[in-house]
T-cell receptor, first 115, second 115 residues
Framework: EAGVTQSPTHLIKTRGQQATLRCSPI?????VYWYQQALGLGLQFLLW???????NRGNFPPRFSGRQFPNYSSELNVNALELEDSALYLC??????????????FGNGTRLTVT | GNSVTQMEGPVTLSEEAFLTINCTYT??????LFWYVQYPGEGLQLLLK?????DKGSNKGFEATYRKETTSFHLEKGSVQVSDSAVYFC??????????????FGKGTHLIIQP
């Protein structure tokens, strides 16, 4: 069974540009989560998509947005990039029928560097 | 709100030593508890989980018991190996009626095992 896949592995952008990160969940998983792992700040919850809808978002500005496609894959868009957006962005998927009990399965992340 | 507190480290041990990484939580409701491990350059891997009080999760020689009375989920291993060197994250997940939310993570504990 293929795990969660993310692309690209690395992404280098300049301040003010836009970045698009992509995620394919494990087959059969309907929920996708995005997390930011910045140096020294731990894992911060960004967004949760389930069945194509945004279910919850963390404490991030509106320039962080995303969507989930009918095949449950997802993309994260970051507009007007700032230097502090440099981080590892992790995508995770889960199977939501066991509400709250299902673990999240993570991809290896996209390393975004803003210069 | 929900939160997880764990020792940040780094924790440095010699091979074959006994390991304990403390984790305590605060939650409004009855969470499921998880330990994840992150090896250098990789995403997070689920190590073990427990979904109700007194459950013991175990995997690869690691174990943790869900203690509701002390709101704790300490990770233990009887004899660590150099290959256990990684960052360990304690996390909780809770169903709040409106749907399951994502994971709330501790800040991670960097474990270094010396030969």
């Amino acid at each position: 069974e293929a795990g969660v896949t993310q692309s690209p592995t690395h992404l280098i952008k300049t301040r003010g540009q836009q970045a698009t990160l992509r995620c394919s969940p494990i087959s059969g998983h309907t929920s996708v989560y995005w997390y930011q792992q910045a140096l020294g700040l731990g894992l911060q919850f960004l967004l949760w998509y389930d069945e194509g809808e945004e279910r919850n978002r963390g404490n991030f500005p509106p320039r962080f947005s995303g969507r989930q496609f009918p095949n449950y894959s997802s993309e994260l868009n970051v507009n007007a990039l700032e230097l502090e957006d440099s981080a590892l962005y992790l995508c995770a998927s889960s199977w939501e029928l066991n509400r709250g009990n299902s673990p999240l399965h993570f991809g290896n992340g996209t390393r975004l560097t803003v210069t | 709100g929900n939160s997880v507190t764990q020792m940040e480290g780094p924790v440095t041990l010699s091979e074959e030593a006994f390991l304990t990484i403390n984790c305590t939580y605060t939650a409004t409701g009855y969470p499921s508890l998880f330990w994840y491990v992150q090896y250098p350059g990789e995403g997070l891997q689920l190590l073990l989980k427990a979904t109700k009080a007194d459950d013991k999760g175990s995997n690869k020689g690691f174990e943790a018991t869900y203690r509701k009375e002390t709101t704790s989920f300490h990770l233990e291993k009887g004899s660590v190996q150099v290959s256990d060197s990684a960052v360990y994250f304690c996390a909780l997940r809770i169903y709040s009626g409106g749907g399951a939310d994502g994971l709330t993570f501790g800040k991670g504990t960097h474990l270094i095992i010396q030969p």
